[in-house]
């Protein structure tokens, strides 16, 4: 019997690199993401996180190597307009309206997305399910990042794009992150995370991308190398 194919991956990035206003911002990036897989980036400040992750949210094209998802460029119109139906995209720039209410917040987004019912039990599960009537400006820094998770998990889209979800979060915020994450995963769901804190993401890929210049010579090193001499 002919041994089996592994399944196409869902998404696979193939030689990729990207230019932003003339600079080269990444080179040669290389990766395969399967259904229920996660992939998190690393790498220094300015070294392509964003960049890489608004390519694959089709906001940068790449200027060189191909995007493909189910084996079709996603920079093809006709791809495009069904493969950004699959993103939920959550950025350091979190899109609340200050003068609705949170939970207006949350279901603007899933009426919008044509669902139903989801926006209050999202809302609990992100320890909010006080706060749903008052206005999303009285939200602190955390809320409001625990109000941008309950929206990923009222729209309910297969792939998560996520820029530094972890920022502003207290302990039992990370480990509800590390929660949806895992159970949006178990439902063959993509997860790809950029980001500086650590978070637990079971067997996910490390994608490190270099720093995109030679870092200088700080004062600390310099006494270093003066007490090795
Ligand atoms: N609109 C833009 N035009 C040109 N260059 C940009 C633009 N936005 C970002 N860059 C450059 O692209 C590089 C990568 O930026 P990016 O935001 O992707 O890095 P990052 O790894 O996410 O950084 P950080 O860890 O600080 O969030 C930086 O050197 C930045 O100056």
């Known amino acids: ?49 964003t960049t890489f992750l608004r390519m694959l949210a089709g906001f940068s094209k790449p200027s060189a190597g191909q995007i493909l ?18 993103l939920n995209w959550l950025s350091l720039k979190d899109a609340i309206k200050d003068k609705f ?11 919008l997305e044509g669902k139903m019912g989801k926006s209050l039990p999202a809302l609990e599960l992100m320890g909010l399910g006080r706060l749903v009537n008052e206005k999303a400006r009285l939200l602190s820094m955390g809320q409001r990042k625990r109000l941008q998770l309950a929206r990923l998990l009222a729209i309910d889209r297969p792939i998560w794009l996520l820029d530094e979800p972890s920022v502003a979060l207290d302990d039992d915020g990370v480990q509800l992150l590390e929660h949806i994450i895992a159970e949006h995963r178990k439902k063959g769901g993509i997860v790809i995370v950029a980001t500086h804190l650590p978070i637990e993401i079971e067997d996910a890929m490390v994608l490190r991308l270099p720093p995109r210049f030679q870092r200088r010579m700080t004062l ?4 270093d190398r003066a007490e090795i001499s």
């Open 220 to 223: 600390v090193d310099m006494l």
């Open 101 to 111: 209410t949170v939970l207006d917040n949350v279901q603007w987004f899933e009426v």
């Open 1 to 49: 019997m002919a041994p089996r194919k592994p399944p196409f991956p869902r998404l696979l990035l193939d030689n990729v690199s990207c230019m932003r206003n003339a600079q080269q911002i990444l080179r040669h990036c290389n990766a395969s993401v399967h259904d229920g897989s996660a992939l998190v980036l690393t790498g220094t400040n300015g070294s392509g996180k």
């Open 69 to 86: 998802w189910n084996g079709h460029n996603i920079t093809d119109s006709g791809v495009f307009h069904q493969y950004k139906l699959q």
